[in-house]
């Protein structure tokens, strides 16, 4: 319920407060004064956008807020799944700086605009002339049915249900397709995996050759060399080895003589000892290293190939070859075995539709158990609104499944006897839409969670006993719930338990749009003026007192 609606600062409004009663309130005031204003002033709390157009003033921010008593609304789940803090009283708050920056607040967390449309869908359920003509629109039609019905929640299990069917059908063509790829490719892909299987190839190996044909490839040069460096350290006459041995000799025999001559000694004889080492080694690796032309020719066939094969496969290593393998690989398997795994997707497919089925022919159902009883009910509350001779049909047609269900449902209506009820769109007029969308809340009302109902100008095209009757039936909804009705007919502005009057006021250089509640005089005043004009007449003014009083 709204406690309290708080505008700064928008459109035409400067500052405007308003606590309307927890029953029935009405709004009214001249065209064109600010009525429609605030309720766009409240669509920006449920969540609707906004630009810089709605300053009134350039220079500073917008601010609308509402509180609202949600005790009784059971939204503790909500607020716990949106992480936001709950209490019995929840204040909604939009901000619009002169930048066009946005923001939205509950209970002074930032949130963003589908949260606040969200919970705004529990608290309340406007009326505009908007949603009149929405009537004329099937899907919506089927959300009333539905609403009527009590097959909301089932139908969100449906949803999934459905969802669920799509995701498994659309991966079942997907499959299908790619087998159908992979079959075309098979031969080919038999062919590669053969080849690269062939291979034997091992990580690392590349590395491995290539350093090994680096060898191979320099062989006699190395055997040369080797041969050279053994002649000159050990095997000719006047080799280093021997000039080496008699100068550590000659050192050996003045060593005594000094420290440092001990220590020339003992390094030059650890150096010739080293000689000796490295010269019996050289001696061997000459002896046994040999010039390999067919170890040579196989090093370069299979880096030949391994190249061959990363050039053909896009790919740079061993490693990749091996990886590409393995891809290759399992594709052959998946091939082999596309008839398993397509009866497995088929099954997936059939049991998931068997489950959606079941619950769209569970909800279909439920709607067609609820016609008859929703037509009569709506007849009935349509003669009293002055449609004696309408009919309502619900024409209902089987259809493919959809997020909906199985079920095509329209809304035909005549307002004439002797006339066949076709759709809505077809042969409705204004007023007559009004009353019949009047009359469908009315029903609504205590089907779906509607706290606070506002209303905006439903009242378009009925007069007299008729709009009596409606605002009866208005009154009988504010029992239960908060009813907020924009009215330019006198009987609807008088039945209010709080009538608030929205004016123009034009003394300053910019027009701005005002609010006050009425007392009992001013009410009066205000009722008369309705029924007699500017200036009401004593009629006028008795009538407004018995509207008031009766």
Known sequence: ????LLIKNYALIQELN??????????????GAGKSIMLGAVGLLLGKRADT????????????????NISE???????????????????????????????AFINDTPVTLDILKNLGSYLMDVHSQHETLLIGDQDFQLRIIDAYAGTIEALKTYHSLFSAYTKAKRSLENFKESAAQMQQEKDFNQFLFEELDKAQLKSGEQIELEERLELLENGE?????????????????????????????????????????????????SSFI???????????????????????????????????????????????????????????LTVADIEGSELKLQSAVDHAYSKMNEKSKEISNQRKKHFEKFENELRVLLASLGMEDAVVKIDNKPKAHDKTGIDDIKILFSANKGIAPQNLKNVASGGEFSRLMFAIKYIMADKIAMPTIIFDEIDTGISGEVAIKMVNMMQKMAENHQVITISHLPQIAAKGHQHY??????????????????????????????????????????????????
């Not at 003033?57 to 601010?63: F, L």
């Not at 280093?240 to 050192?251: F, G, P, R, T, V």
């Not at 040579?296 to 061993?318: A, E, F, G, M, P």
């Not at 701005?512 to 029924?531: C, G």
């Open 53 to 68: 157009k709605v300053l009134y003033s350039e220079d500073a921010k917008c601010i609308v807020e509402g509180i609202f």
């Open 274 to 332: 080293e000689i000796q080492d490295i010269a019996k080694e050289l001696e061997i690796i000459a002896n046994e290293f040999e010039h390999e032309p067919k170890e040579l020719q196989k090093t370069q066939d299979r880096l030949s190939l391994i190249y061959s094969l990363q050039q053909k496969h896009h790919t740079d290593s061993v490693e990749g070859l091996l990886e590409i393998r393995n891809i290759i690989e399992e594709k052959l």
């Open 501 to 550: 009057f929205v004016y123009k006021d034009n003394s300053a250089e910019k027009s701005v749009s005002k609010i006050k509640l009425l007392n009992e005089t001013e009410r009066s005043i205000e009722i008369a003026k309705m029924i007699g004009g500017e200036n009401p007449s004593e009629s006028a003014i008795q009538s407004a007192k018995e509207l008031l009083t009766v």
């Open 73 to 103: 609304y059971n939204l503790i789940s909500f607020f716990e799944s949106e992480d936001l803090d709950y209490d019995h009283e929840c204040v909604i708050r939009r901000e619009i700086s002169a930048s066009g920056k946005s923001r």
């Open 221 to 269: 040069l190395i055997k040369l060399k080797l041969s050279e460096a053994y002649q000159l350290v050990d095997g000719q006459e006047f080799a280093a080895i021997h000039n080496l041995h008699q100068a550590a000799e000659s050192l050996k025999t003045i060593k005594s003589y000094g420290k440092e001559f001990q220590e020339l000694s003992e390094r030059l004889n």
């Open 1 to 4: 319920m709204l406690q309290k």
């Open 18 to 31: 308003i606590n309307p009663s927890a029953h029935f309130n009405t709004i009214t005031g001249e065209t």
